[in-house]
């Protein structure tokens, strides 16, 4: 044990945890989760006082400072409870049930978040940022510690039931929903919710604070692409158009940041989360499929460039997340004062360049926390450079370029500055989501180089952050591997490895894909209830209850990805398995989903690929050969998202494959050309060497669904 400055003990040094490792030296006496702090608790008879937070998070830096650091209020915390901090992307498994405990309490959570409960793990307060002392009706630490204090002491009856009464309020919310059937109509209400609140002027869904949400772009483009409903597209046009446009993208640096304090995507919460880069680069990748918009090509190649650059660690795994603040500033490294821009600028460039990026002589910035306006800028677009382009009566091309060297002379000199804290946790389900988005860049944007990157985070993973028997961990820093792996370390890691056969071929990805999904149907599926998969494993941890999410946050859930999966591992292998599982947890989630159908967007995009038409397309010939290339660059251009394609060679590559996909054993090319076999509802099509009448084979499909 650490003794700090105060004398307290402080537990926190030894972890690996970034998060924890920020409060190693605070004068709270704080514990890592573990059965030392309970033993503790439970022998001084003290409740717990749980913080759960992450290293870039703004708010949980101002409750460091505000709170934790400060010597009166750690002596009250030292003396009332016993305190555990717990790093929410480590453990997800504790962060999600007591969340749910907040939101049930209050109506709203956050982070950083705050539960007080009893030594047997059972809360009886909820919240999230507390500050120093109370004001504007929120409750102070300097109040709260002392009432919880006395209803402790005085009152443990009242307290201990209201624990056991919100305890039981959860668990009887967690129980299964009765079974049901999902219609295609789940996608029209789903589409109905979400265009009801669509910003029509600034894009986006509902007001301040704006989310990116990604999974639900995926969806509008996949109900554009089923219905034909223009809206559907615009809809998905328009936010990323605005986003890419706002503040909320880092214009010099690239990626974007976590989210939009205001409803014109202008300022920031300036974290960047690594999730986030990896399901926007899929959202633009795939509306650049559907619509050939280059703007959008051009902000996933960027996503990318930030992700390679600044996100990726040497043994290949992609790092977390960047801090938002830097020399204890939200926004500091990112925002730009007119004064700076012109000294490091020519002065004809500077002028266009601050025009464009709308940066007003008195700045546009105020820090959210102190309400301090900044004499500095948020970088922003109002409108298309190629809008501003005809408004400045110059090409578009000579726009570009302008504003081009401009970026690569401000790029040097921020980078100079201090930089945010980086995050350098290594987390599996993340991970995965990367692999996944740069696969499908590497496809759809003809763009082999990015698929070199996916693979070697995925054999980062299948050799670095496994257990002897296979099983899957869920964090990697410091040289060590450790926590075991929750549904989404499967799901999404799984979702990566299916893309990222697509992109290479390589039929052991598809293999570890299987495996992998053979763990999570052991360990995680609901065998005794409807079916689906709880968040943790069946020998992992016990907690309060076992958790079974299904609707999106800030990512998609676990079994919406874990569905997804199924279906097209079913349709990969020939599985009927697969399918029955698909079919089983598509009855067992109806009713939640029909409560809802706009907070479970990506399950409904894998409901879309089990209503068909899905095509399974086999190539047959090797990727040596042009006319194979050919195939599968006419596969990838359009927008097709419920398709699965395998190469069947006639190397080892090609006979495993065959041992993982019976189906295609016999499907060879013909008379020593490539040859496409289109498969769907069951059935194939006679082969083609032609790649353009495969085109029109997979157009048959759809139209022939169309027409039922």
Request: net charge negative; hydrophobic share 40%; proline share 5%.
């Amino acid at each position: 044990m650490i003794q700090n400055a105060s004398g307290a003990g402080n537990r926190l040094l030894s972890e690996k945890s970034p998060y924890l490792l920020q409060h190693a030296h605070n004068p709270v006496d704080w514990y890592p989760w573990g059965e030392e702090a309970f033993e503790r608790a439970r022998k001084e008879n003290k409740p717990i006082f749980l913080s759960i937070g992450y290293s870039t998070c703004h708010w949980c830096h101002v409750m460091e400072r505000e709170c934790f650091e400060d010597p009166l209020v750690a002596g009250l915390m030292n003396n009332a409870f016993i305190s555990i901090k717990v790093d929410r992307e480590e453990r997800p498994d504790i962060d999600k049930l007591y969340m749910t405990v907040c939101q049930m309490m209050t109506g709203s959570g956050g982070w950083p978040l705050t539960i007080i409960m009893t030594p047997d793990k059972k809360p009886f307060f909820a919240g999230t940022y507390i500050p120093k002392e109370s004001r504007f009706g929120r409750v102070g630490m300097t109040s709260l510690i002392p009432a919880v204090e006395e209803a402790w002491t005085k009152r443990s009856g009242e307290v201990l039931s209201s624990a056991d009464h919100i305890v039981s309020v959860v668990q009887r919310q967690a129980m299964n929903e009765p079974p049901g059937a999902l219609a295609p109509s789940a996608l029209s209400v789903a589409y109905e919710q979400l265009s009801g609140r669509f910003d029509e002027r600034y894009g986006g869904f509902g007001t301040a604070p704006k989310f990116p949400t990604p999974h639900n772009l995926l969806f509008l483009l996949r109900y554009w692409k089923r219905s034909g409903e223009p809206l559907a597209l615009d809809m998905a046009h328009k936010t990323l158009t605005a986003m890419r446009q706002g503040g909320i993208y880092d214009h010099i640096g690239f990626g974007f940041h976590r989210y939009s304090t205001d409803e014109r995507w202008l300022v920031p919460h300036f974290e960047k989360m690594l999730y986030d880069q990896a399901l926007l680069t899929m959202a633009y990748t795939e509306a650049f499929q559907a619509t050939a918009n280059k703007e959008f090509e051009q902000t996933a190649r960027e996503i990318i460039a930030y992700v390679l650059r600044d996100m990726t660690s040497d043994q290949g795994g992609f790092y977390s997340a960047e801090d938002a603040d830097s020399e204890g500033e939200e926004g500091k490294f990112y925002i730009w004062s007119r004064e700076e821009v012109e000294s490091l600028l020519p002065a004809d460039d500077a002028r266009l360049f601050l025009k464009i990026f709308n940066a007003a002589q008195g700045g546009n910035f105020r820090d959210e926390a102190t309400g301090r306006q900044a004499a500095a800028n948020i970088l922003h677009l109002t409108t298309t450079l190629s809008v501003a382009a005809d408004e400045l009566s110059m090409p578009e091309e000579q726009l570009r370029a302008v504003i081009e060297a401009a970026r690569r002379r401000l790029f040097p000199a921020r980078d100079m500055r201090a930089h945010p804290f980086k995050d350098d946790k290594i987390l599996t389900d993340w991970n995965g989501l990367m692999i996944a988005a740069l696969a499908r860049a590497s496809q759809a944007l003809d763009d082999p180089a990015y698929a070199r990157p996916a693979q070697q985070a995925a054999d980062f993973i299948l050799g670095s952050l496994r257990l002897p028997n296979g099983r899957l961990l869920h964090r990697y820093r410091a040289a060590e591997a450790a926590v075991p792996a929750n549904l989404d370390d499967y799901a999404f890691f799984i979702c990566g490895l299916i893309d990222l056969y697509e992109a290479t071929f390589e039929a052991r990805y598809l293999q570890a894909a299987i495996m992998l999904n053979r763990d999570l149907l052991e360990h995680f599926w609901d065998e005794t209830g409807e079916g689906g998969f709880f968040f943790s494993a069946d020998d992992g941890e016990a907690l309060l209850l076992r958790q079974k999410e299904l609707y999106d946050g800030a990512l998609p859930s676990g079994n919406s990805v874990a569905l997804h999966n199924l279906l097209r591992l079913a349709r990969m292998t020939g599985n009927a398995d697969f399918d029955k599982k698909a079919a089983r947890m598509g009855r067992a989630f109806a009713s939640v989903v029909l409560q809802h159908p706009s907070a479970a967007t990506h399950f409904l995009t894998a409901f879309d690929f089990a209503l068909g038409p899905s095509c399974e397309v086999v190539i047959a010939g090797s990727l040596r050969q042009a006319e194979t290339r050919q195939f599968l660059k006419k596969l990838r251009e359009p927008f097709l998202p419920n398709k699965v394609v395998l190469l069947r060679t006639e190397d080892d590559e090609g006979r495993s494959l065959a041992g993982i996909a019976p189906f295609t054993e016999h499907m060879a090319p013909i008379k020593g050309k490539p040859a496409a076999y289109v498969c769907s509802n069951f059935a194939c099509s006679s082969p083609t060497t032609d790649a353009g009448e495969m085109l029109c084979l997979l157009q048959a499909v759809t139209t022939a669904h169309d027409q039922r």
